[in-house]
């Protein structure tokens, strides 16, 4: 078993289909001509089954060459980032047991005893040798072909195993959702080395499609004549902001395009009503985790129906709200959400998670730290995560319940609430919407007060241009906590004597 052999396939049923365009347009022949050049000069190397290889290169295709040859060799990979401040890839390469590195600066094999060699890229490796590997080494379903590692949304980024048995799945099980014929255009819109993304270039291989890669998103689209689109919550804003900026309401979606895929964070109706009418009628919310992969699914209709669903959860998922004892609760009683299925990743890398904490995978399940609800249709309401409970002066609420009352407002294109301190260390909420139209603060304060009473009500809701976003498209509530006070500040100057 090995995950690549269906790339091999495509190769072979397929060789002069493109698998890949951008500056230059590769067919499968190629592409996987290229793969074996990139083996044969790993296997020189001394890379052999099981050893740990990360890949430090921006260059889209290159990383997706990298990637499968090391997994052709039944090695495993780890994407680390160009640009982490010092330090950051020592502590992960020490970490994930990181036997070679390809990219990045070369001073990484000093620092990191246990790196038995360094490349300077792609173009250095080749140059180790011309041989062409082509034979797939196999692996045990279970062993590791890649490493990735969570948004880091709440801390810390964990370093998750991937396995070939749980990926392949998740490539197979998704072909009645993800619909990719051979040749249809495929854009992966965010960072390769994001496990969101990993998968859906791995698939789009996999199902014999064309992978495409272009800068700017909405000319690219066109250029390219992209057939799906995948992207984050926070790139399709973008998106979003440039199709209005050009042509206004009524900017029209590009004709190629048949199927949008989002995921990362939630939208609220107004954002899911602006990407019908300006990216694309057909659009996919994905809820799910790094970790197994897809959860549920919110297509166009049920959008429609109720805008607030995370999703109808996928056959092969299970999903249970749990309460503090790990015992499951009822249809439609809220509590932390644990899922189970084929799709599950083999772990996190030992000394990814807090020793202190309760391990996310357990039992055969993983625990999330989202808070929702089940109902007995297989619908998911998210409520929250178990990170992001407010306490305000002993009241404990998640952020979600007054986001959800402010979107109500058809203006709100998203909203994110948190908790701030004001100039006396009172404790406050404040809130900030990215919002069209006319939005009036003031009647979204008196809507949160009339539902939820004052206690719940934020002192100040500010517009913006935008909410801060991390790779994954997921707001990074601590740095708008601080973009938010340093407004408020100025907007509510210290009483006299007060410094």
């Known amino acids: 078993m090995n995950l690549i052999s269906a790339i091999h396939a495509q190769a072979q049923a397929r060789p002069h289909s493109p698998a890949y365009m951008g500056r230059r347009t590769v067919t499968y022949s190629d592409l996987m001509r290229e793969v074996g050049r990139a083996a044969g000069a790993l296997r020189h190397a001394g890379v052999k089954a099981g050893d740990v290889v990360a890949i430090i290169e921006a260059a889209p295709f290159w990383h997706i060459t990298l990637t499968l040859a090391v997994a052709q060799l039944a090695a495993a990979s780890v994407p680390l980032a160009s640009t982490a401040a010092a330090g950051i890839n020592e502590e992960a390469a020490e970490r994930c047991g990181v036997d070679y590195v390809i990219g990045g600066d070369p001073g990484i094999a000093q620092r990191v005893p246990r790196v038995r060699a360094h490349f300077e890229g792609a173009a250095a490796l080749f140059?180790?040798?011309?041989?062409?590997?082509?034979?797939?080494?196999?692996?045990?379903?279970?062993?590791?072909?890649?490493?990735?590692?969570?948004?880091?949304?709440?801390?810390?980024?964990?370093?998750?195993?991937?396995?070939?048995?749980?990926?392949?799945?998740?490539?197979?099980?998704?072909?009645?959702?993800?619909?990719?014929?051979?040749?249809?255009?495929?854009?992966?819109?965010?960072?390769?080395?994001?496990?969101?993304?990993?998968?859906?270039?791995?698939?789009?291989?996999?199902?014999?499609?064309?992978?495409?890669?272009?800068?700017?998103?909405?000319?690219?689209?066109?250029?390219?004549?992209?057939?799906?689109?995948?992207?984050?919550?926070?790139?399709?804003?973008?998106?979003?902001?440039?199709?209005?900026?050009?042509?206004?309401?009524?900017?029209?979606?590009?004709?190629?395009?048949?199927?949008?895929?989002?995921?990362?964070?939630?939208?609220?109706?107004?954002?899911?009503?602006?990407?019908?009418?300006?990216?694309?009628?057909?659009?996919?919310?994905?809820?799910?985790?790094?970790?197994?992969?897809?959860?549920?699914?919110?297509?166009?209709?049920?959008?429609?129906?109720?805008?607030?669903?995370?999703?109808?959860?996928?056959?092969?998922?299970?999903?249970?709200?749990?309460?503090?004892?790990?015992?499951?609760l009822g249809h439609g009683i809220a509590g932390r959400l644990r899922l189970r299925g084929p799709t599950l990743a083999a772990g996190y890398v030992p000394g990814s998670e807090d020793p202190a904490d309760v391990p996310a995978f357990r039992d055969g399940w993983y625990y999330t730290n989202d808070t929702g609800v089940v109902s007995a249709d297989g619908l998911v309401h998210l409520s929250g995560r178990e990170d992001d409970v407010i306490n305000l002066g002993g009241a404990k609420f998640p952020p979600s319940r007054i986001e959800k009352v402010i979107a109500k407002d058809p203006a709100v294109i998203e909203c994110a609430v948190v908790l701030l301190h004001d100039r006396l260390g009172l404790p406050v909420l404040g809130a900030a919407v990215e919002a069209s139209g006319n939005f009036d603060a003031q009647a979204a304060r008196q809507r949160c007060r009339a539902a939820l009473g004052e206690n719940m009500t934020p002192r100040d809701i500010v517009q913006m241009d935008s909410l801060p976003r991390n790779a994954a498209g997921k707001v990074q509530r601590d740095e708008l906590t601080a973009q938010l006070l340093q407004r408020l500040l100025l907007q509510h100057p210290a009483p006299t004597g007060v410094q």
């Open 127 to 328: 140059a180790e040798s011309t041989e062409t590997v082509s034979e797939i080494v196999q692996a045990g379903p279970r062993d590791i072909w890649r490493i990735g590692f969570s948004s880091g949304t709440t801390g810390k980024a964990k370093a998750i195993r991937f396995d070939h048995q749980g990926s392949i799945a998740r490539c197979e099980l998704m072909r009645d959702y993800f619909v990719v014929a051979p040749g249809d255009r495929v854009s992966v819109l965010m960072p390769m080395t994001l496990p969101f993304s990993t998968s859906y270039w791995l698939r789009t291989l996999m199902y014999g499609g064309t992978l495409v890669n272009f800068s700017a998103a909405l000319d690219g689209i066109r250029r390219f004549k992209v057939n799906i689109l995948v992207t984050s919550t926070g790139n399709a804003m973008t998106m979003v902001r440039t199709a209005r900026r050009a042509g206004g309401a009524s900017s029209p979606p590009a004709e190629s395009l048949k199927a949008l895929f989002i995921g990362g964070a939630s939208a609220t109706p107004a954002f899911q009503e602006l990407l019908r009418r300006h990216i694309c009628p057909n659009l996919n919310i994905n809820y799910g985790a790094s970790e197994v992969g897809i959860v549920a699914l919110a297509d166009t209709q049920l959008q429609l129906a109720d805008p607030s669903c995370a999703g109808r959860i996928v056959p092969w998922m299970e999903v249970q709200a749990v309460d503090a004892n790990d015992q499951p």
